[in-house]
């Protein structure tokens, strides 16, 4: 019989990681055990109602950063590509030409230097860009903490304010965010962050693995109490966490952290969180759902979910190596986010900063670019909810948004002769049109009225719009257009299909 390189160390681990606890201590702890008083089920958690905030933000900006912004290759997966089991030779050539010999990861770090960092200046950028909230990456796969983690021992030189930058990135941004109030909404924007429950190189992760995730050093060690201190400390109000695929969300004691979240955390009342905490809870347990990444349902989802999607369209991280195809345009993203917003979801758009602290004027030009475009149409996005009547047709050109007393029609293409036909929406007698941005004054559009024939009619439905001809100087936007619609016979009808 053969001994498994962990049993033979049991011992002297044990006596480890009884210290190690014993180092871990405070907040986390005592939490922890109030906790397990009374762990909601899956289902108990998913009741609890969405907080208002999120289901009106409906634009976040996500960020990644980390360590691996350094060799800023290939992507934010550069340390497993190179290292782990996928052993990935363009990333062993590309180390072995640019470092020296014996070089090792965590020797990236020392390179993390964030010197032109001006959090002030990027979540002004952020609010500019139309961006409700702002999430940033706490912890990548590589485990480096963006924090001042320095109460856990566990991070120990592996954390932005011992090694790198030597500042507290995360810290500073939450204050930074927190700070800047939305030109386009007048709201504060909420700061939130992504975490990721597993670490590929973490020993102690590697130790749990190794017993079939019937241990939990590395939860109650590590990576769980890294939840609780960045909650405490920072405040974030909402949670993207990942990671989570190797085990069951019972390793993770995620329905512990989570209850602890929603009910007694300093944010407990605004908390909101996604669906990746363990083998058994993606696309089924959360907040919201992200189920994949870009995630881009084609139809209305009953419950709220958000598209993780990045600029870059082959890397999370900046990935210096990428040229202007890998980058999304302005319209596509633009009509990403319409699609998203018809259909009950929230876009969180990534952007990958440089080790230095500076965004590329790629990333700037497409934030920005959108903000101009939220600028004229942000009635017909903010705190907006999907029309339950129908939702696309024109070939998936045409979108429906609404507020309590009208309709907004999302128009994604210029209709051919400048004329709209929309099958949904029934008019009456008093229905009127208005094009989004255009003002009166420059302007003498009166859309026609070719629908009056319909009106009052029972179940009929569909207008044709003969729009206005605008030129350059009077066209409020580019990308995609908005019309308001008040006044139609079935705003509140109840949906087609099945859908609640
Ligand atoms: C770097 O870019 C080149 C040219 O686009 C591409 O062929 C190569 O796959 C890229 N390498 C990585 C690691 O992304
Ligand atoms: C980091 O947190 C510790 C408390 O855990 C505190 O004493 C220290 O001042 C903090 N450092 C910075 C730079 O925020
Ligand atoms: C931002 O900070 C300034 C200076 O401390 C303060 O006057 C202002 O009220 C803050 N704004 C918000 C939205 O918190
Ligand atoms: C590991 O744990 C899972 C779930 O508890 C169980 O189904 C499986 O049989 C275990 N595997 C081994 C090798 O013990
Ligand atoms: C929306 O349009 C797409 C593409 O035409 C289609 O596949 C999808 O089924 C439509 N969804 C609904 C709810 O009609």
New binding site residues.
């Given amino acids: 019989m053969t001994m498994s390189p962990v049993r033979k160390y049991v011992v002297p681990l044990s006596l480890l990681f009884a210290f190690m606890r014993h180092l871990v201590t405070g907040a986390y702890v005592q939490q922890g055990q109030q906790a397990e008083d009374a762990v909601p089920s899956w289902d108990d958690l998913d009741q609890r109602p969405l907080p208002v905030w999120y289901d009106q933000a409906k634009f976040g900006v996500f960020i990644h950063w980390g360590v691996f912004s350094v060799p800023a290759y290939g992507s934010e997966w550069f340390g497993s590509y190179w290292r782990d089991k996928w052993g990935n030779p363009a990333y062993q050539d590309f180390v072995e030409k640019t470092e020296r010999a014996n070089f090792a990861y965590p020797d990236y770090a020392h390179r993390f230097t964030a010197e032109f960092y001006q959090p002030d200046t990027w979540a002004d950028l952020f609010a500019k860009a139309g961006a409700q909230y702002v999430v940033l990456t706490s912890k990548h796969h590589e485990g480096y903490c963006n924090w001042n983690s320095t109460a856990i021992p566990t991070t120990w030189n592996w954390n932005a304010l011992d090694i790198g930058p030597r500042r507290d990135l995360l810290g500073d941004l939450a204050v930074a965010v927190?700070?800047?109030?939305s030109p386009h909404t007048s709201k504060?924007l909420k700061f939130g962050l992504y975490h990721s429950l597993y670490e590929w190189f973490n020993p102690l992760y590697h130790v749990d693995k190794a017993n079939n995730f019937t241990t939990q050093h590395f939860v109650d060690l590590k990576t769980g109490a890294e939840l609780y201190d960045l909650v405490n400390r920072y405040e974030p109000e909402l949670i993207w966490s990942d990671g989570e695929w190797e085990a069951p969300s019972s390793y993770w004691k995620a329905r512990e952290f989570l209850h602890w979240y929603a009910t007694s955390s300093p944010v407990a009342d605004t908390a909101i969180w996604n669906d990746r905490w363990g083998q058994d809870t993606l696309c089924r347990h959360g907040g919201f759902l992200t189920c994949t990444d870009r995630y881009n349902p084609d139809s209305l989802q009953p419950k709220k979910w958000e598209n993780a999607l990045t600029i870059d369209k082959s890397s999370w991280g900046y990935n210096r190596n990428a040229t202007w195809e890998d980058y999304m345009t302005v319209p596509e993203l633009v009509h990403s986010l319409v699609q998203v917003v018809a259909y009950n979801g929230n876009m969180l758009l990534n952007i990958g900063p440089a080790a230095d602290g500076t965004i590329h004027p790629i990333f700037e030009d497409r934030l920005l670019g959108i903000g101009a475009w939220l600028k004229v149409n942000g009635e017909a996005i903010y705190e907006t909810t999907p029309w339950r009547h129908c939702q696309n047709e024109t070939a998936s050109s045409v979108f429906y948004t609404r507020r309590p007393d009208r309709l907004y029609v999302h128009f994604t293409k210029w209709p051919s002769a400048s004329l709209l036909s929309l099958e949904r929406p029934a008019p009456t007698q008093d229905t009127t049109v208005e094009f989004l941005g255009l003002s009166s004054a420059s302007s003498s559009w009166q859309p026609t009225l070719p629908w009056t024939g319909l009106r009052g009619t029972s179940g009929s439905s569909g207008m044709t719009i003969q729009l206005p001809s605008l030129t350059p100087d009077i066209l409020p936007c580019e990308h995609s257009w908005v019309l308001v619609i008040r006044n139609l016979a079935n705003l509140d009808d109840p949906p087609k299909s099945a859908v609640s």
């Avoid at 927190?178 to 109030?181: D, L, P």
């Fill in positions: 927190k700070n800047v109030t504060v």
